[in-house]
T-cell receptor
Framework: RKEVEQDPGPFNVPEGATVAFNCTYSNSASQSFFWYRQDCRKEPKLLMSVYSSGNEDGRFTAQLNRASQYISLLIRDSKLSDSATYLCVVNTNAGKSTFGDGTTLTVKP | NAGVTQTPKFQVLKTGQSMTLQCAQDMNHNSMYWYRQDPGMGLRLIYYSASEGTTDKGEVPNGYNVSRLNKREFSLRLESAAPSQTSVYFC????????????FGDGTRLSIL
């Protein structure tokens, strides 16, 4: 079993839709959590950190559920430009990072 | 604001040739990483350096060597390239603290014939 698991998708949604991705992790010592975005053949870029109380950045909302060991990313009012692969990342306090393999989103007109 | 800079951006090698991929960061980060990403796959950690003077193996270290030249620079060497090493290579850096994210360079696309 992988330490960090994501549904690979693809998720195909129309413009304006709301879409949510989950990411589960197995290491209970995990302390910090992030969502990255990766466009085709480009480098991963930090989208947002995930805080314990949940956090929002515009159309994007991140949630953490420590009891069930998962994080989620909600995208509201999807745009064509949101089409990408979304990676979740889990860090331990010692600085070890584990990347999920990503969930692919395609937003269609 | 350069961030993480990788050179070269593209390279084609013949089987058996050697090559060094260069990575430099200007964010004064302690930790640096090398990943490979094959088409349609996730990132796999090759080697990392938690601080200047230290290096450790990641998930897929075979066929590679690294050097943490100083705090800024972390190079990856292929001593005898093989077609299975055809991939996109990403360098990243971060603060040592676990609550900080990694920042990536824009990658080196390497093809081995």
């Amino acid at each position: 079993r992988k330490e960090v698991e994501q549904d690979p998708g693809p998720f195909n949604v129309p413009e304006g839709a709301t879409v949510a991705f989950n990411c589960t992790y197995s290491n209970s010592a995990s302390q910090s959590f992030f969502w990255y975005r990766q466009d085709c053949r480009k480098e991963p870029k930090l989208l947002m950190s995930v805080y314990s109380s949940g956090n929002e950045d515009g159309r994007f909302t991140a949630q953490l559920n420590r009891a069930s060991q998962y994080i989620s990313l909600l995208i509201r009012d999807s745009k064509l430009s949101d089409s990408a692969t979304y990676l979740c990342v889990v860090n331990t306090n010692a600085g070890k990072s584990t990347f999920g393999d990503g969930t692919t989103l395609t937003v269609k007109p | 604001n350069a961030g993480v800079t990788q050179t070269p951006k593209f390279q084609v090698l013949k089987t058996g040739q050697s090559m060094t991929l260069q990575c430099a960061q200007d964010m004064n980060h302690n930790s640096m990483y090398w990943y490979r990403q094959d088409p349609g796959m996730g990132l796999r950690l090759i080697y990392y350096s938690a601080s200047e003077g230290t290096t450790d193996k990641g998930e897929v270290p075979n066929g590679y060597n690294v050097s943490r030249l100083n705090k800024r620079e972390f190079s990856l060497r292929l001593e005898s390239a093989a077609p299975s090493q055809t991939s996109v290579y990403f360098c990243a850096s971060s603060e040592s603290r676990g609550d900080q994210p990694q920042h990536f360079g824009d990658g080196t696309r390497l093809s081995i014939l």
